[in-house]
C-alpha cells in the first residue's frame, strides 16, 4: 500500500520502476537511497530551513551513543499499546531515522506488523533514514503541506518538530492517535547552566489541542553523564540554542570535557476526535 500524494495535483501515487508517478503523469524519481523528493518550492519560497549535514551528522552520532535511550525505549511501548498489524504509522518530521526505526524494531519485537512512513523537509536527514532503515517509505516533504493522503494514517507521531494540526487531522483516521514528544521544564538544565549566564526553563505549553482529546501523558526524566567534548559538542549541536549562541558560551563549550545533564520529555498522547 502507497499513502503519498501528488505534490502538484495531489492525486495518489502510485510506485512505477523507480519513480512515483501520479495519474497526470507527474514524476518523482527515488534516489539511490531510497527517499523520494515531494517538496516543491510554492510550499516553502526561496530557501528551505530543514536541519543541514551538520545538525543532522550531530544528532545520529549523539542519538547512537544510547543517551536518548529511555525516550526511545518509552516512545516504542506507547506506540505499541495502539499499534496493530497492519497499522499505517507516519513519522512527521522524522529526521535521521533514529526513531522511525527504534519503534518499528520494538512493534516487531513484539509480533506487530506495521508499515511506516516518514516525512522531512531535510534531504541530508534522508539520506540517513532511507539507509537505516529501509523497510520504511520516506518522502522529502513539509509538515505544513504533507505530501500524505487523507484519513490514512492509524498512528502520527512527531519529536521536537514543526507542528501543524491542520494537517495531522487530516491525514488520520477518524479516532486516530496522535503522539507528540515535547521538552520538558527542566531539560537539558545542566548543559544551559554550563553555557549561559543566565539559563531559562523551558516554557511548556498547555496540552489542549483543538480537534484532540488527550487521552495520556508520561513524563521521562533522568540525568546523563557525558565524559567527552565530542558527545557534548553533538549534543548541543542539535539543539536550537546552537545558531543562537555567541563567542563566549562556544568557547565554554568547547572547554567543556564532562557534562551532567538533565534530560526531560513528555509523552503526549492525543485521540482525533470525531467530525
Not at 499505517?88 to 527504534?102: P, R, W
Not at 512512513?117 to 516533504?141: M, N, P, Q, R
Request: net charge negative; charged share 25%; proline share 3%.
Amino acid at each position: 500500500m502507497n499513502i503519498f500524494t501528488c505534490p502538484v495535483c495531489s492525486e495518489m501515487l502510485y510506485k512505477e520502476g523507480k519513480s512515483y508517478i501520479c495519474p497526470k503523469r507527474h514524476t518523482f524519481d527515488i534516489a539511490k537511497s531510497g527517499y523520494v523528493n515531494l517538496l516543491i518550492s510554492k510550499q516553502v519560497g526561496k530557501t528551505v530551513h530543514g536541519d543541514n549535514k551538520l545538525m543532522v551528522k550531530a544528532r545520529r552520532d549523539f542519538l547512537e551513543k544510547g543517551y536518548y535511550g529511555k525516550l526511545l525505549a518509552a516512545l516504542s511501548e506507547t506506540v505499541a499499546e495502539y499499534a496493530e498489524n497492519g497499522s499505517i504509522i507516519l513519522d512527521s518530521g522524522c529526521g535521521e531515522g533514529y526513531y522511525t526505526k527504534g519503534v518499528y524494531s520494538h512493534l516487531k519485537e513484539n509480533s506487530i506488523e506495521a508499515d511506516f512512513y516518514g516525512v522531512d523537509i531535510s534531504k541530508t536527514a534522508l539520506e540517513y533514514a532511507s539507509k537505516l532503515f529501509k523497510e520504511a517509505h520516506f518522502a522529502v516533504g513539509s509538515v505544513f503541506h504533507l505530501p500524505i493522503a487523507d484519513k490514512c494514517c492509524d498512528i502520527v507521531m512527531t519529536l521536537f518538530a514543526p507542528f501543524c494540526r491542520e494537517e495531522f487531522l487530516r491525514v488520520l483516521k477518524e479516532s486516530g492517535i496522535f503522539i507528540m514528544v515535547i521538552p520538558s521544564e527542566k531539560h537539558l538544565w545542566g548543559l544551559k547552566k554550563a553555557v549561559y549566564d543566565t539559563p531559562y526553563l523551558n516554557e511548556v505549553k498547555d496540552y489542549a489541542i483543538d480537534g484532540f482529546e488527550l487521552i495520556k501523558s508520561r513524563k521521562i526524566a533522568y540525568e546523563i553523564n557525558i565524559d567527552n567534548n565530542e558527545d557534548i559538542q553533538n549534543l548541543f549541536s542539535m539543539t536550537p540554542y546552537y545558531y543562537r549562541t555567541g563567542k563566549i558560551q562556544q568557547e565554554r563549550l568547547a572547554a567543556l570535557n564532562e557534562l551532567e545533564t538533565e534530560i526531560e520529555f513528555e509523552i503526549l498522547v492525543y485521540s482525533a476526535k470525531e467530525n
